[in-house]
Every structure is written in C-alpha cells, then in structure tokens.
C-alpha cells in the first residue's frame, strides 16, 4: 500500500478510503450530534456518564468514517463509554490552526452540555493523536480544565518526521514521502517544528493520565518513545505500550484481519476503566 498512498492526490487517497469500511459492531449506533460537525457513537442498552471525544487520524487532509467509526464503537463497547467523534475541518481546503480550533470547540462544546472534565477522556490516532497532545498543551497554556485521561494511538507528534524511525522508513503501509506531504499541506507555511503542528516541542507541564499505544515497526515509533520520556519529565504518568512487529493504526482493523487490534481495544477499554 506505501506506493498508491505515496503517489496519489489528495482527492484520490480520499475517494479510495470513502470506498473502505468495517462493519459497527453489535450493539452499537452512530447518529449526528446537534450543533456541532460530529456523531455520537453509543451502545444502545447502556447510557454511560463518561464521554470520550475523538479525533481521528488521516494526515490532516482526510476522514475515514467508516473504519474509524467502527473502530470508536468497538471501544465503546469494550469500555462502557459514549462517544464524541469529531469531524474537524481538514486541509488543504482549512490549513493549520482549523483542526485544533475544531478540537478546542468540541471540548468546550461538550462542557457546555454539562459534561464535566472528570467525565471526558481525549483519545485520537496518528494525526488526531498528535491533535489531543496539542489541545492539552493549548489548553494548559488558557488555563482550562484538563480531561481525566488521554489515549493516543500511534500519536504524530513531530510534523518534520525526523526521529529515528521515521528516516528509517519502514512502516509496510505508510511511507515517510506521503506523511511529510500531508505535513506541509496542513501547515501551509507555518515551520513544521511550531509546537502547534509538533506538540513534541511544546512546554510540558504536569498532564492527566495517558495511555501510548505504538507499533515497533511504524514510522511514529520514534514519536510515542520521544512523548513518553516528555511527559515522564514532567511528573505525568504515562504508559507506553509497545506492540512487537505491527504498524501504523493497526488497531483500526477488525480482530479477523489482525488478531492483535483485540488486544489493544481490550487494553484501552481497561484504562478506561481504571480511571
């Protein structure tokens, strides 16, 4: 897959994952949210007090709903949560800072239908991992309440991809050339090492519970490893989960295509319900 994504345009990567899709597990309904560009995921025989409010992934430049939906629900369920995932505003059409004035007003959104902080958890994969580490940091800085917890899978937290196992290149999907393409179109000239666009580069402070989940052979190794020790030096507690041998967002594919996708939502559905 690393040569079609590498050499498509943006139009065409995003017609050739619309065509993608997994089915929602048993139990479980997407409906448009009212007021805001998202969809609550729910199971439909629980009503949850806890929110998780998502940001997908996609390089900045596009939404697969119909296998991140999926794999949203499958948390959902695993974990007793409901959740918010967010449709934020993509590029080129909407540069850098539309995604995370989207992920801001989707927080703020949900606080303001009572949904206290305690009751939210941030969690988003690759792009919209590296989207829920610049909203805490964002939030931080305007002096706002932080979520209970964070999940970041396969987070991209360096938009100039050159940690160590980026320039390796060896992730069997995704290839350095097509991340650092989507970077500059979400950028649109903003240097790539603004902590905005890069929150591995941002002044950390204390920060909620988080959980890392990263593959050992994806391009973003390096990214997990760098924000854990980041956030290990600011007094956060954190715990990184390394999954031998996998890759990039591998968690989004049904447990029949890749048996180890189970074992990461079952993991994430227990920090959830550790909090």
């Known amino acids: 897959m690393r040569g079609p994504f590498s050499n498509i345009s943006v139009q065409q990567s995003r017609a050739m994952t619309q065509a993608v899709g997994f089915p929602l597990p048993k139990r479980t309904t997407v409906v448009q949210a009212e007021d805001i560009a998202a969809q609550w995921i729910t199971v439909n025989d629980i009503a949850p007090s806890k929110v998780l409010l998502y940001l997908h992934g996609g390089g900045y430049v596009q939404n697969t709903p119909k296998t991140h939906h999926a ?15 967010v449709d934020y505003r993509l590029a080129p059409e909407h540069p850098f800072p539309a995604a995370l004035d989207d992920a801001v007003s989707a927080y703020k959104w949900l ?11 941030f969690a988003g994969d690759s792009a919209g991992g590296g989207l829920v580490v610049a909203l805490m940091l964002k939030l931080q800085a305007e002096h706002l309440a932080l979520p209970a917890a964070a999940i970041l899978l396969s987070p991209w937290c360096d938009l100039t991809m050159n940690g160590q196992s980026a320039l390796e290149d060896r992730d069997p999907i995704y290839s350095r050339r097509i991340f650092l393409k989507f970077a500059h179109l979400y950028a649109a000239g903003v240097p790539l090492d603004d902590p905005g666009l890069s929150p591995l580069n941002g002044t950390f402070k204390q920060m909620p519970p988080i959980l890392i989940q990263v593959g050992e052979r994806e391009l973003l190794y390096s990214d997990a490893v760098g924000l854990s020790d980041r956030l290990r030096e600011a007094d956060s507690q954190v715990h990184l989960s390394i999954y031998p041998g996998l890759w990039h967002v591998w968690q989004v594919y049904p447990s029949w295509i890749v048996p180890e996708s189970q074992t990461a939502i079952d993991e994430i559905g227990g920090f959830i319900r550790s909090l």
């Open 71 to 85: 794999m949203a629900a499958r948390i959902a369920l695993r974990a007793g949560v409901r959740v918010l995932y």
């Open 111 to 121: 606080l303001a239908q009572k949904i206290t902080p305690d009751n939210i958890i």
